[in-house]
C-alpha cells in the first residue's frame, strides 16, 4: 500500500530487548494525506530503517507500507509498518499529464496561401 502526504508528527522513539536477547527499537510518524478531506496515519520504521529514512516534520513522502492486525488478551491491535518511503515525491504520481494516445494524430498543418516569396 502507498500512502502520501506530509510529516507532521514525530512521536518519540521507543526500545527494548526481545525475548532472545536481541535489542530492538521502533519510531512512530504521523503523515496528513493532500485528500479533499485529508486523513492523519500514523505509521512506524523499525531498527535500521529509521536512520535510512531519516525523516523530518514537513517532508513530502511517499510511503510504501504494510497493514497488519493482530490480537492479544481479546483486543485487536494494527501496524502500519513502512518498508520503503520516497522523499518529495508526494503528489508526483498525478502531476505530470499522461501522454498522448498512441492513436492520436495531429490536424494537418494549414495550406500556404501567402503569394509573397519571403
Known amino acids: ?10 512521536l518519540p522513539p521507543t526500545g527494548g530487548t526481545s525475548k532472545t536477547g536481541s535489542a530492538w527499537r521502533k519510531q512512530e510518524y504521523v503523515l496528513e494525506t493532500k ?9 512506524n520504521a523499525w531498527g535500521d530503517k529509521i536512520d535510512q529514512f531519516d525523516l523530518q516534520i514537513g517532508d513530502e513522502v ?14 485487536w491491535y494494527t ?23 498512441a492513436d492520436y494524430m495531429p ?12
Not at 501496524?79 to 508526494?90: F, L, N, P, T, Y
Not at 490536424?107 to 519571403?118: A, M, N, Y
Open 35 to 43: 485528500d479533499q478531506y485529508p486523513k492523519k496515519i500514523c505509521f
Open 107 to 118: 490536424p494537418p498543418p494549414e495550406p500556404d496561401t501567402d503569394d509573397l516569396p519571403f
Open 62 to 75: 511517499v510511503v510504501s507500507a504494510d497493514v497488519e492486525s493482530r490480537e492479544y488478551q481479546g483486543k
Open 1 to 10: 500500500m502507498d500512502i502520501s502526504g506530509n510529516i507532521t508528527h514525530i
Open 79 to 101: 501496524e502500519v509498518k513502512a518498508w520503503k518511503v520516497v522523499k518529495g515525491a508526494a503528489g508526483s504520481a498525478g502531476s505530470t499529464p499522461p501522454p498522448p494516445a
